[in-house]
């Protein structure tokens, strides 16, 4: 049974930082593109941020360009997000999503280019 896990969140200051692992189980995702996306109360889930499969390319929506960086160590089948300088708008559960295609080189920015999806974790920031 494939699962992926999401740890690292929690409740911080506005300003703050914190850091999300998605660790994969169940299959290896070393060669599958890796996502987070977040749903804040009340709104759709939105795209964060995504990371081919080799780790060479990334891509962020505009809103946390230059604070948040994903990251991939493929040998424990894991993925990150930094996130930096959080704001109060980055109050959301925070999902990763695994893509079911091996190797792609487009990455996919919508929910439905993902296949597999861990169960959340929250992050609240405080004003």
């Known amino acids: 049974q494939v699962q992926l896990v999401e740890s690292g969140g929690g409740l911080v200051q506005a300003g703050g930082s914190l850091r999300l692992s998605c660790a994969a189980s169940g299959r290896t995702f070393s060669n599958n593109a890796m996502g987070w996306f977040r749903q804040a109360p009340g709104k759709d889930l939105e795209f964060v941020a995504a990371i081919i499969w080799s780790g060479t390319s990334t891509y962020y929506t505009d809103s946390v360009k230059g604070r948040f960086t994903i990251s991939r160590d493929n040998a424990k089948n894991t993925v990150y997000l930094q996130m930096n300088s959080l704001k109060p708008e980055d109050t959301a559960v925070y999902y990763c999503?695994?893509?079911?295609?091996?190797?792609?080189?487009?990455?996919?920015?919508?929910?439905?280019?993902?296949?597999?999806w861990g169960q959340g974790t929250q992050v609240t920031v405080s004003s």
């Open positions: 999503a695994g893509d079911l295609v091996s190797r792609r080189t487009v990455i996919a920015t919508t929910p439905r280019g993902y296949d597999y």
